[in-house]
T-cell receptor, first 114, second 112 residues
Framework: DTAVSQTPKYLVTQMGNDKSIKCEQN?????MYWYKQDSKKFLKIMFS???????INETVPNRFSPKSPDKAHLNLHINSLELGDSAVYFC?????????????FGSGTRLTVV | SQQGEEDPQALSIQEGENATMNCSYK?????LQWYRQNSGRGLVHLIL?????REKHSGRLRVTLDTSKKSSSLLITASRAADTASYFC????????????FGAGTRLFVKA
């Protein structure tokens, strides 16, 4: 069973469109995250959710809206897509990191905006 | 500037050789983690070292931590072609563990 699964794996869309990426974890973790990895492999936090509550919103444009219907799901909706949004988006989950919990990542969604 | 920065950016070695990657960070930490990313895949956790630990081993991996120098190193012994991947260090930016900073990674290529 895949621990953190995100769909779709690839997403090609035109500028201005709205798209969603779904993420689910079956590890029973309390915290979920969205990370963005750019073309230089630099990984940057976007959002952190703990028990469905938003903890971190790392100066992400309002066009990005995360939704956590329950602890096991964290979806990402993106409005009015721009060329600069092209990247690989990773969902991750963890137990309490203050006590040493580590991240489990999904396999990523490669978003290409044309 | 980034919290975690790996050095070197890229490393090419022969199978059987050892590979050493370094990571420097800027603020005090609770722990430091190393992850591996194979091409087209998500990151996979390798090892965590706490701020009160100086060295940790896991199989062919050895991690050291020097909090006075704010640096860590990852040593992979007797490397294999399957170790070809990018390796990232990760530290927390003091926000209770909800905001981890990853470096840009070291790309390791192991030639068979």
């Amino acid at each position: 069973d895949t621990a953190v699964s995100q769909t779709p794996k690839y997403l090609v869309t035109q500028m201005g469109n709205d798209k969603s990426i779904k993420c689910e974890q079956n590890l029973g973790h309390d915290t979920m995250y969205w990370y963005k990895q750019d073309s230089k492999k630099f990984l940057k936090i976007m959002f952190s959710y703990n028990n469905k509550e938003l903890i971190i919103n790392e100066t992400v444009p309002n066009r990005f809206s995360p939704k956590s219907p329950d602890k096991a799901h964290l979806n990402l909706h993106i409005n009015s897509l721009e060329l600069g949004d092209s990247a690989v988006y990773f969902c991750a989950s963890s137990q309490d990191r203050r006590t040493g919990g580590y991240y489990t990542f999904g396999s990523g969604t490669r978003l290409t905006v044309v | 500037s980034q919290q975690g920065e790996e050095d070197p950016q890229a490393l090419s070695i022969q199978e059987g050789e050892n590979a050493t990657m370094n990571c420097s960070y800027k603020t005090s930490i609770n722990n430091l983690q190393w992850y591996r990313q194979n091409s087209g895949r998500g990151l996979v956790h390798l090892i965590l070292i706490r701020s009160n630990e100086r060295e940790k081993h896991s199989g062919r991996l050895r991690v050291t931590l020097d909090t006075s120098k704010k640096s860590s190193s990852l040593l992979i012994t007797a490397s294999r072609a399957a170790d070809t991947a990018s390796y990232f260090c990760a530290t927390d930016a003091g926000t209770g563990g909800f905001k981890t900073i990853f470096g840009a990674g070291t790309r390791l290529f192991v030639k068979a």
